[in-house]
């Protein structure tokens, strides 16, 4: 199946290199998320979250990757990503999952959001599984990976600050997502690129 072939070539990568760790003491909150991938028989597809309005959050209505900020009673920032992905859209990725491996910390260097650190998590699951929204959660929807390599989906977003900033991103059916997800989904299309996807032999 050449879905599996490339879950398999993905996962032989991220096993191949050490993920690069945000460095202690310079952040103070770590979080962690998963990117999630399914086969359709078509493709590879990603779960991408739309973040529920909230006052004070600076993510609120952003498109998201599913996870969140590590708690006290959190063995370690996998046990992060999976409780928040339970708790987040539905799904238990510790049973339904394969953890594929883990791609490079992010960490913002702003004062307009918080001192974070943000541990990716790549996980396959099967193409039947289904993500549900929460009190977090306004919807959810599958995007193919294949858009985070196709230019057509590339795009600008302009926002009005002090001055005007200019952010890429990348535009799929409406949903447009940038800022620190489009940065951890930059790594995944590098490393779809490095294995030779798309037309490269990936399958």
């Not at 202690?24 to 493709?43: E, F, H, I, N, Q």
């Not at 952010?167 to 294995?195: A, C, D, R």
Request: net charge negative; proline share 6%; hydrophobic share 40%.
């Amino acid at each position: 199946m050449v879905e599996q072939k490339l879950l398999d070539r993905i996962a032989r990568e991220l096993e191949s290199r050490e993920p690069r760790l945000a460095e202690k003491g310079s952040y103070d909150t770590a979080a962690a998320v998963c990117l999630l991938l399914r086969p359709t028989g078509g493709g590879l597809e990603f779960l991408a979250i739309k973040r529920a309005e909230r006052e004070n959050d600076p993510w609120s209505g952003h498109y998201a990757l599913p996870g969140g900020r590590s708690e006290p009673g959190d063995k370690g920032l996998w046990e992060t990503a999976v409780r928040e992905t339970r708790e987040e859209v539905g799904l238990d990725v510790a049973s339904v999952g394969r953890l594929l491996g883990q791609l490079d910390d992010v960490a913002p260097r702003t004062r307009r959001i918080p001192a974070i650190a943000i541990s990716p998590f790549v996980v396959a699951v099967d193409g039947d599984v289904v993500a549900r929204t929460s009190s977090e959660v306004e919807s959810v929807v599958w995007m193919p990976l294949a858009v985070l390599v196709e230019e057509e989906h590339r795009g600008v977003l302009r926002l009005e600050v002090s001055p005007d900033r200019e952010f890429p991103t990348i535009e799929y059916g409406g949903h447009v997502i940038w800022g620190l997800t489009l940065s951890i989904l930059k790594q995944m299309e590098n490393l779809l690129k490095s294995i030779g996807y798309p037309g490269g032999g990936a399958g």
